[in-house]
């Protein structure tokens, strides 16, 4: 049974720094693609941000040149690295796997 396990939410303040981190269990984590979307209140659940098998990384624009994506695949983790913050970040941040399993979600808040 597949597991994940997302951590690193919380208050910041903007122009402040994040990192979210999401650990799978129970599948061959090295196999697939790896994402985190992110759903603010009254929005639809968007992609921010993709890294695949072989470590390739995709951006929505909305985050480019602020958040890092990384896998370890040794650790079974993918994490975040959310930089320089703006108040539209805010959201609850959800772990994908690319065979389609979801985490809960992480809340971040950015306020002063």
């Known amino acids: 049974q597949v597991q994940i396990v997302e951590s690193g939410g919380g208050p910041v303040q903007p122009g402040g720094s994040l990192r979210l981190s999401c650990a799978v269990f129970g599948m061959i984590f090295s196999f697939y693609d790896m994402a985190w979307y992110r759903q603010a209140p009254g929005k639809q659940r968007e992609l921010v941000a993709v890294?695949?098998?072989?470590?390739?990384?995709n951006y929505a624009d909305a985050v480019k040149g602020r958040f890092t994506i990384s896998r370890d695949n040794a650790k079974n983790t993918v994490s975040l690295q959310m930089n320089s913050l703006k108040y539209e970040d805010a959201a609850v941040y959800y772990c994908?796997?690319?065979?389609?399993?979801w985490g809960k979600g992480t809340l971040v808040t950015v306020s002063s």
């Open positions: 890294i695949n098998r072989t470590y390739g990384t």
């Open positions: 994908m796997t690319g065979n389609d399993y």
